[in-house]
């Protein structure tokens, strides 16, 4: 059964047990899962990927259907989930209820996927697609976080934050962040203030630095990092700006495996390609290949994961990563 993100509010979720979050707006996804599952949630939450399911398969069936008394309740989340997932999905959502709440994210999943097509025509299933955020869901996020906050800014401070964002509600938080922080000793923010506090806005380098690194400019990149002084939000900010493009570039080199012509492959490429892109695209795309991409996309992924755990080695970590690679 698909039901929109918007709509989810409107759903009895004790009566779905498996939920299917697929697209590229990692945002979202952190916010339904945060919002609808986690808020009130005080048992035990697993998390695995797809693969780790897959290797004890029996193990993590047995461990669902066998449930102690004494056991607290549990909330599994499966992240980089495919197809492969859909023997098992199928055979849990015919077995008799599972007093577990079990979400499962994926990137982007084509209107072929069995996956996909399983949970859209489920009826005990549900399934949210989650899509890149415009302007109009940006602002309603800037709202959410003022009124919840009790913070005021003009409309031409949240056209920048918006402008600005790229399009990622995680980059937008960020900077909603460091403005909260900033209220406590400033009652009225300024857009001079905006400019100083945001990495967005004053740090371009960031943005240069993961096209550098895509495109295999390991000159460019020894430069930026030699420039900066990052701090460990920035290096969140790369490492987001790293995987964002990544997954860009894997839908274009996959395209490329379909149809050599990189430059009417980018030409066309939806959303559109800003044209002073275009080139150092072009320059990444002939970089790696699209088995390449996926590795790195992993690889990203478990930096984020290691950056969270000691925060205090981020800059380390995110430097060492991108020097190496």
């Given at each position: 059964?698909?039901?929109k993100?918007?709509?989810?509010?409107?759903?009895?979720?004790?009566?779905?047990n498996?939920?299917?979050?697929?697209?590229?707006?990692?945002?979202?996804?952190?916010?339904?899962?945060?919002?609808?599952?986690?808020s009130?949630?005080?048992?035990?939450?697993?998390?695995?990927?797809?693969q780790?399911?897959?290797?004890?398969?029996?193990e993590?069936?047995?461990?669902?259907?066998?449930?102690s008394?004494?056991?607290?309740?549990?909330i599994?989340?499966?992240?980089?989930?495919?197809d492969?997932?859909?023997?098992?999905?199928?055979?849990?959502?015919?077995?008799?209820?599972?007093?577990?709440?079990?979400?499962?994210?994926?990137?982007?999943?084509?209107?072929?996927s069995k996956?996909?097509?399983?949970?859209?025509?489920?009826?005990?299933?549900?399934?949210?697609?989650?899509?890149?955020d415009?302007?109009?869901?940006?602002?309603?996020?800037?709202q959410?976080?003022?009124?919840?906050?009790?913070?005021?800014?003009?409309?031409?401070?949240?056209?920048?934050?918006?402008?600005?964002?790229?399009?990622?509600?995680?980059n937008?938080?960020?900077?909603?962040?460091?403005?909260?922080?900033?209220?406590l000793?400033?009652?009225?923010?300024?857009v001079?203030d905006?400019?100083?506090?945001?990495?967005l806005?004053?740090?371009?380098?960031?943005?240069e630095?993961?096209?550098?690194?895509?495109a295999k400019?390991?000159?460019?990149?020894?430069?930026?990092?030699?420039?900066?002084?990052?701090?460990?939000?920035?290096?969140?900010?790369?490492?987001?700006?790293?995987?964002?493009?990544s997954?860009?570039?894997l839908?274009?080199?996959?395209?490329?495996?379909?149809?050599?012509?990189?430059?009417q492959?980018?030409?066309?490429?939806?959303?559109?390609?800003f044209?002073?892109?275009k080139?150092?695209?072009?320059?990444?795309?002939?970089?790696w290949?699209?088995?390449e991409v996926?590795?790195?996309?992993?690889?990203?992924?478990?930096?984020?994961?290691?950056?969270?755990?000691?925060?205090?080695?981020?800059i380390?970590?995110?430097?060492?990563?991108?020097?190496?690679?």
């Amino acid at each position: 059964m698909i039901v929109k993100s918007f709509e989810l509010q409107k759903l009895k979720f004790s009566e779905f047990n498996l939920h299917l979050i697929y697209g590229n707006n990692d945002g979202i996804k952190q916010d339904i899962i945060s919002d609808f599952y986690l808020s009130k949630f005080d048992g035990e939450i697993l998390k695995y990927d797809e693969q780790d399911i897959l290797n004890k398969k029996d193990e993590f069936v047995s461990s669902l259907l066998n449930k102690s008394l004494f056991e607290s309740s549990k909330i599994i989340i499966i992240s980089r989930a495919t197809d492969k997932l859909i023997n098992l999905i199928t055979d849990l959502s015919e077995k008799e209820k599972i007093d577990v709440k079990i979400v499962i994210k994926s990137s982007g999943l084509e209107k072929k996927s069995k996956l996909r097509s399983l949970f859209e025509k489920g009826n005990n299933l549900i399934c949210t697609p989650v899509y890149e955020d415009d302007a109009r869901t940006l602002n309603t996020v800037i709202q959410t976080f003022l009124l919840k906050n009790k913070l005021n800014l003009s409309q031409e401070i949240k056209n920048i934050l918006i402008e600005k964002s790229k399009g990622d509600r995680i980059n937008l938080r960020n900077e909603l962040f460091k403005l909260k922080s900033l209220s406590l000793t400033k009652k009225r923010i300024s857009v001079e203030d905006v400019d100083k506090l945001s990495n967005l806005a004053q740090n371009y380098s960031v943005f240069e630095l993961s096209d550098s690194y895509l495109a295999k400019n390991s000159r460019r990149v020894s430069n930026i990092l030699n420039e900066n002084n990052y701090s460990s939000e920035d290096c969140i900010l790369i490492i987001r700006t790293l995987l964002n493009k990544s997954k860009r570039l894997l839908k274009i080199r996959s395209e490329i495996d379909n149809n050599s012509n990189i430059d009417q492959i980018i030409s066309s490429f939806k959303p559109p390609i800003f044209w002073k892109e275009k080139a150092i695209i072009k320059k990444q795309a002939q970089s790696w290949s699209t088995d390449e991409v996926k590795k790195i996309i992993f690889k990203i992924n478990d930096l984020e994961i290691k950056v969270k755990k000691n925060a205090s080695n981020s800059i380390l970590f995110v430097s060492n990563f991108v020097s190496n690679h």
